[in-house]
C-alpha cells in the first residue's frame, strides 16, 4: 500500500487500524454518560454510524452551531429540552425559553455552576493553589464595589488611554491610509485601558510588565478553551503541557504584581478612615474590600489577592477584546445605506460637545446607537453559543416545568445562540441591526406617549446592552450574569466615540467567518480593516 509516494507494509497498516478501532471503542466507552437521562429527551446530533457517541463529540468540536441551531429549530421551538454530545463526552440538556425564568431561580442547592467551572472553564486544572469559593466571593464583591459602583471615577482614565493607544496604533496622519489586524490591534488599546484601571500607575503603563500580563492572558485564554473542552482522559495528558507557559508569565507578571499589592495593603490598614480612598484603580480597591470584609472572611494575603486580580484581570481583558472586535467589524460589515457608523459620529458628536463631556459617565448614557450596536453585537455574536451550564446538585434530582426529571449530576444549559436566532424574539433575526433596539426603545416610548400617562416616561432599560433578560443572554442572566458588565459597556462606548470621532474606518474586504470551538465562537484573528485620521478630536 502507497502512502505519500512510500509503500507502507501490510502489516503497518493492520496495526494502525487496529490501534485506531480499539482508541474508538476506548472513546465510545467513555462516552456514555454516567447519569442516565431520560429516553424521552432526543439526542441531537449522533447519526447511525460506529462509535455514534465519539464521533459525535469529536464534531461537535468544531460544529457546535450547527447542531445547536439544529436542536433548536426542532425541539427548543417546540418548548421541548433535547440533549447535546459534548466534546468532552459529557450530555447537557438544553432547555427551551419558556424554561429560562424558571432556571435562573433555582436555589444554589438544587443547582450549581461550581463543577461547570471547575470542568468546563478549567479551574481545577489551570488555578492550582486558588481555592474557588473564596475567590468567587472576593471577585463578586470587588467588582461591586471597584468597577460597577465606581465608573464615574474611573472614566477618565479609561478615556486617556484609549485615547493615547488609539492615536498610537491607528497614528494621526490625516493622508495616508493605514492597514491594521483588528484584534491585535484593539488588544493594544484595550490592554494599557484596562491595565490602568486594574493595576493602576505606574505599573499599568510598565511595558514589561504588560508584556508578561499579555502573555499570560494569552496562555490563560487558549488553556481555558482547548482544556475545557477535552474529555477527562486527556486532560491529565495535556495539561502539563499548557501549565509549563502559563506558569513562566503567571510568575513573571505576579513578581511584579504582589509588592505593589503588599504596599497597599499594608497603607490600608494603617491609613486613617477614608484616606486611601482617592486612589480607584483594583490594587487599592482589592486592598479596601479585604480589610473591609476581615470580620467575616480570613484576610487574603497580599499574594492572594494579587492572584484575583490577576484572573479577574484575565476575565475582563479576554471578553472585552472579543466583544470590540466583533463590534468593530460588525459596524464596517452593515451594508452602506444603513450609514452606521456615520450615524454613531453624528451621535458621538453631539452629545460629547467639550473635552470635560468625556469625564462625565452619565452622559454616555445618552449614546443610545452606540448602546444598541453593542447589545446588537452581543445578541448576533455572543462569545458562548450555548452557556448558564449548571449541574443538578440535589441528590433526588430536579423536575423541569414539563414534569421531565432530570437526575442528580445532570448539566442543564440554554442554547443562546439559538434564542438570539429567533425570529419571535427578534424580527429578521438572521440579519445584523445595529439600530435594531434603538428603535424598539423610540417606539415604546412613543406608544407611551399616548397612553394615559403621557407625562410619565416609559421604561426601556430592558433593552440597555448591560441589561440581560431572558432572550438576551450576551452577558448571562440571573443572579450569576456577568457583574463587570457595565463596566465592559462603558468601556466599549468610549472606543466607539474615540474611533467615530477622530477616523475613517473601513473594511479591506468580505469579514472572514467567525471561529467556533465548541461552546466558544470567537471573532476572526485575520481580519484586517484600513483607517485614517481625520482629526476631529474634541
Known amino acids: 500500500m502507497w502512502f505519500l509516494g512510500m509503500e507502507v507494509p501490510g502489516q503497518v497498516w493492520a496495526a494502525a487500524v487496529t490501534v485506531f478501532v480499539v482508541l474508538q471503542f476506548i472513546l465510545n466507552h467513555f462516552c456514555q454518560a454516567a447519569v ?38 426542532q425541539y427548543s421551538k417546540c418548548g421541548r429540552p433535547f440533549l447535546l454530545q459534548e466534546p468532552s463526552f459529557q450530555k447537557e440538556v438544553m432547555l427551551p425559553p419558556e424554561h429560562i425564568k424558571w432556571f435562573s431561580t433555582q436555589s444554589d442547592s438544587m443547582l450549581s455552576s461550581t463543577e461547570i467551572r471547575k470542568e468546563r472553564h478549567a479551574v481545577r486544572y489551570l488555578h492550582i493553589g486558588v481555592e474557588f469559593d473564596t475567590t468567587v466571593f472576593f471577585l463578586e464583591r470587588f467588582i461591586g464595589d471597584s468597577l460597577t459602583k465606581n465608573l464615574d ?6 478615556v486617556e488611554e484609549i485615547r493615547e493607544n488609539t492615536d498610537r496604533i491607528f497614528g494621526t496622519d490625516e493622508d495616508g491610509w493605514k492597514t491594521l489586524n483588528v484584534y491585535d490591534s484593539l488588544q493594544d488599546i484595550i490592554l494599557p485601558a484596562m491595565s490602568r484601571i486594574f493595576f493602576g500607575l505606574p505599573l499599568g503603563r510598565d511595558p514589561k510588565f504588560l508584556a508578561s500580563f499579555k502573555r499570560y492572558v494569552l496562555a490563560m485564554g487558549i488553556g481555558t478553551i482547548v482544556i475545557g473542552q477535552l474529555p477527562r482522559m486527556f486532560k491529565g495528558l495535556l495539561v502539563p503541557l499548557f501549565n509549563v507557559p502559563l506558569r513562566y508569565y503567571r510568575g513573571k507578571t505576579l513578581k511584579e504584581l504582589v509588592p505593589m499589592v503588599e504596599r497597599q495593603l499594608i497603607e490600608t490598614r494603617n491609613a486613617e478612615p477614608h484616606a486611601h480612598e482617592e486612589r480607584y484603580d483594583l490594587i487599592a480597591q482589592s486592598a479596601r474590600v ?10 487574603a494575603d497580599s499574594g492572594m489577592l494579587a492572584e484575583w486580580i490577576l484572573l479577574l484581570g484575565f476575565a475582563a481583558l479576554s471578553s472585552t477584546i472579543i466583544q470590540a472586535s466583533n463590534v468593530l467589524l460588525d459596524i464596517l460589515g452593515c451594508p452602506a445605506e444603513t450609514k452606521a457608523y456615520d450615524l454613531l459620529r453624528e451621535e458621538s458628536a453631539r452629545i460629547l460637545t467639550c473635552k470635560e463631556d468625556w469625564d462625565n459617565p452619565v ?10 450596536t453593542i447589545r446588537e453585537t452581543a445578541r448576533y455574536h455572543p462569545i458562548l453559543i450555548k452557556g448558564l451550564t449548571k449541574e443538578v446538585v440535589r441528590p433526588a434530582g430536579l423536575h423541569l416545568p414539563d414534569g421531565t426529571h432530570i437526575p442528580s449530576g445532570g448539566w442543564l444549559g440554554v442554547p443562546v445562540l439559538g434564542i438570539h436566532m429567533d425570529d419571535r424574539f427578534y424580527p429578521n433575526s438572521k440579519t445584523y441591526d445595529p439600530f435594531r433596539c434603538a428603535r424598539m426603545k423610540r417606539d415604546r416610548e412613543e406608544a407611551h406617549k399616548k397612553t394615559e400617562s403621557p407625562g410619565e416616561r416609559a421604561s426601556t432599560s430592558d433593552l440597555d446592552a448591560g441589561q440581560p433578560t431572558s432572550t438576551y443572554l450576551g452577558f448571562g442572566y440571573g443572579r450569576h450574569a456577568c457583574p463587570g458588565r457595565w463596566f465592559a459597556v462603558q468601556l466599549l462606548k468610549i472606543l466607539i466615540a474615540h474611533l467615530t470621532l477622530n477616523y475613517d474606518i473601513e473594511s479591506t474586504g468580505p469579514q472572514p467567518k467567525t471561529q467556533v470551538i465548541g461552546d466558544a465562537a470567537l471573532p476572526p484573528t485575520s481580519a484586517t480593516i484600513r483607517g485614517r485620521s481625520i482629526r476631529f478630536a474634541i
Open 153 to 158: 471615577k474611573l472614566q477618565r482614565p479609561m
Open 363 to 372: 452622559l454616555f448614557k445618552s449614546l443610545v446607537l452606540s448602546d444598541s
Open 36 to 73: 442516565e437521562y431520560p429516553t424521552s429527551i432526543p439526542l441531537v446530533g449522533t447519526r447511525k454510524e460506529w462509535f455514534r457517541s465519539a464521533r459525535a463529540s469529536f464534531r461537535q468540536l468544531r460544529n457546535g452551531i450547527t447542531t445547536l441551531s439544529a436542536g433548536y429549530s
Open 290 to 299: 479585604s480589610t473591609k470584609l476581615s470580620a467575616i472572611r480570613n484576610v
